[in-house]
């Protein structure tokens, strides 16, 4: 079965700074990977996906991730924080062993910036 | 991509009644899927929903607490029937993005239901 573990519940950043999510999963097959993030009272937004293509995927933002299947990580990062950024962050990754390739979700991550 | 909507946004009802939340979609799709969000937490699939069958329930979650419907290719709906306290969560339909088959999915922007 699949899973995935983000490492931290919290990051507190200051603005300007870099800012790094942890994301580690498990999988039997080659996974589909995502981030999505949810603001205060909004809905969800895809930052970013991996479906096998480059490892180094660029999303929305100025956010981007590497995939790296040595390590079955897929960290989220980003040079400089804003303070746009503060929101919920959650790592996704589709599970192709269900029929309806069910999302496996992470506890998700708040990041916190600091001005 | 697909643009989802969600009635009600936001409600708080009574303990023991019943709210159901719509879901609508302005491109046709196969699979719609329901998730709750309880307070602080990551999301949790409570089915998923296919027109012209039953919905197929995960762990945990029963149709007689949860009924759905799928009418036709654009529209959905979740019950959540005979409330309590626990059932305060947010509550999100999304769909699949069939055009690429990359598993990413579209959100509606999610009913917040509190229970007194």
Not at chain 1, 1 to 17: F, K, P, R
Not at chain 1, 52 to 65: H, P, Q, R, Y
Not at chain 2, 26 to 34: E, G, K, L, N, R
Not at chain 2, 75 to 88: A, Q, R
């Amino acid at each position: 079965a699949q899973s995935v573990t983000q490492l931290d519940s919290h990051v507190s950043v200051s603005e300007g700074t870099p800012v790094l999510l942890r994301c580690n999963y498990s999988s039997s097959y080659s996974p589909s990977l995502f981030w999505y993030v949810q603001h205060p009272n909004k809905g969800l937004q895809l930052l970013l996906k991996y479906t096998s293509a480059a490892t180094l995927v660029k999303g929305i933002n100025g956010f981007e991730a590497e995939f790296k299947k040595s390590e079955t990580s897929f960290h989220l990062t980003k040079p400089s924080a804003h303070m746009s950024d503060a929101a919920e962050y959650f790592c996704v990754v589709s599970d192709p062993s269900y029929s309806n390739y069910q999302l496996i979700w992470g506890a998700g991550t708040k990041l916190i910036i600091k001005p | 991509s697909a643009v989802i909507s969600q009635k009600p946004s936001r409600d708080i009802c009574q303990r023991g009644t019943s709210l159901t939340i719509q879901c609508q979609v302005d491109s046709q799709v196969t699979m719609m899927f329901w998730y709750r969000q309880q307070p602080g937490q990551s999301l949790t699939l409570i089915a998923t929903a296919n027109q012209g069958s039953e919905a197929t329930y995960e762990s945990g979650f029963v149709i007689d607490k949860f009924p759905i419907s799928r009418p036709n290719l654009t529209f959905s709906t979740l019950t959540v029937s005979n409330m309590s306290p626990e059932d305060s969560s947010i509550y999100l339909c999304s769909v699949e993005d069939e055009e690429t088959a990359s598993y990413e999915q579209y959100f509606g922007p999610g009913t917040r239901l509190t229970v007194t």
